[in-house]
């Protein structure tokens, strides 16, 4: 069935640092594939996405790599800062036979001042 | 606040009983999703509506659960005899629908549901 890895489950980096999370997926015909940011007691918020077309993209501080070929995506944060701390989630979106989002297991990210 | 509403936003019940919650999406999205999320896990796909039709369940979603949208605007998902496995946080998120999901899917705050 669909199926969305992600890694790692925790993340500590100092201020300052980059932080790279890692995802793969199973479905090949997912094409849509969003990250999301869960500050504690709060709801997710989409803070970036890729489609299957386009390789890397970019938003300040924030970037998505996409390899189509080996069906994994990246989070890059650089610069982290305190507020950076939260759990991040990777989803694909599945086409196949329904339209629905598969999350991956999450990280949390911790930046140390 | 015109974003996805949920209600109630915390539920404490005793095992066994039923419990039904309320989702709000944003007006005129079409696309509606039901989630479950546990302690340090993502949310887990339930179910979702295409305006008023239901058009898939999990696996996850037992017996026990049911989902409406009556009207194609707010949705209620039900827990009849509740298990203490039901405890989670259970998210609705909206989205206007159709095959591009560019149109970016938005969450609910969320109900979490404790069973005792």
């Known amino acids: 069935g669909e199926n969305v890895e992600q890694h790692p489950s925790t993340l500590s980096v100092q201020e300052g640092d980059s932080a790279v999370i890692k995802c793969t997926y199973s479905?090949?015909?997912?094409?849509?594939f969003p990250w999301y940011k869960q500050e504690l007691g709060k709801r997710p918020q989409l803070i970036i996405d890729?489609?299957?077309?386009?390789g890397e993209k970019k938003d300040q501080r924030i970037a998505v790599t996409l390899n189509k070929t080996a069906k994994h995506f990246s989070l890059h944060i650089t610069e982290t800062q305190p507020e950076d701390s939260a759990v991040y989630f990777c989803a694909a979106w599945v086409t196949s036979g329904t339209y629905k989002y598969i999350f991956g297991t999450g990280t949390r990210l911790k930046v140390l001042a | 606040d015109t974003g996805v509403s949920q209600d109630p936003r915390h539920k404490i019940t005793k095992r066994g009983q039923n419990v039904t919650f309320r989702c709000d999406p944003i007006s005129e999205h079409n696309r509606l999703y039901w989630y479950r999320q546990t302690l340090g896990q993502g949310p887990e796909f339930l179910t979702y509506f295409q305006n008023e039709a239901q058009l898939e369940k999990s696996r996850l979603l037992s017996d026990r659960f049911s989902a409406e949208r009556p009207k194609g605007s707010f949705s209620t998902l039900e827990i009849q005899r509740t298990e203490q496995g039901d405890s989670a946080m259970y998210l609705c998120a909206s989205s206007l629908g159709g095959r591009d999901p560019l149109d970016e899917q938005f969450f609910g705050p969320g109900t979490r549901l404790t069973v005792l």
């Open positions: 890729i489609r299957s077309n386009v």
């Open positions: 479905d090949s015909a997912s094409n849509y």
